[in-house]
């Protein structure tokens, strides 16, 4: 029986994000992410039973991975205004630093055809955990999950696909103005 390197499967999971990014999801087949790996395609049914499952594994690892990120940004004890700024820059310098990683992820995040293997939310939970304990203590208003998201995430990740029509520091400390303003109490 062949055993798992752990190096080898993190080679899958970035050939197959470097070919998506490229080529989109239809054109990474898994004859293709093995080649772009430098290992044989049955290397890869080792680790995952499908290219929907290696999809899978890699969008929850990476997005996760953001939101770690994003959670080291927080400190204990902080005001609901600090949480606000800290959310959106730490998520604004994520996008940034990890630019590529973040592109596979909104790339399979709106794929429709994903929908049953991808979830976003399940990755982020630790954050809405935290939110709903500042929520349920009356600092920030209560809103469902998915508007949170909507209103928390979706501008930063438009500051930060769009960043390059312009300085970010004035755009952000605006965005956590307007969104200090909708969400504190």
């Given at each position: 029986m062949r055993t798992r390197d752990y190096?080898?499967?993190q080679r899958i999971k970035e050939a197959m994000v470097h070919l998506i990014l490229r080529?989109?999801?239809n054109g990474a087949s898994v004859s293709k992410?093995?080649?772009?790996a430098g290992v044989s395609p049955a290397t890869i049914y080792i680790y995952y039973e499908s290219k929907e499952d290696l999809l899978s594994a890699a969008f929850r690892e990476y997005a996760h991975q953001s939101y770690q990120y994003l959670g080291r940004q927080i400190r204990p004890g902080m005001g609901a205004a600090e949480l606000i700024e800290a959310i959106v820059r730490g998520y604004y310098a994520y996008t940034v630093e990890h630019e590529e990683i973040f592109s596979f992820v909104e790339q399979c995040a709106?794929?429709?055809t994903l929908a049953e293997y991808v979830s976003q939310q399940e990755c982020c939970?630790?954050?809405f955990d935290l939110m709903h304990q500042y929520q349920a203590r009356g600092l920030l208003r209560r809103c469902s999950d998915a508007n949170l998201a909507a209103v928390l995430f979706a501008p930063v990740r438009f500051l930060a696909m769009n960043r390059k029509s312009g300085p970010a520091e004035p755009q952000l400390r605006e965005l956590v103005a307007m969104l200090q303003r909708l969400l504190l109490p």
């Open positions: 190096d080898k499967q080529e989109g999801i992410i093995a080649r772009e709106h794929c429709p939970c630790g954050i």
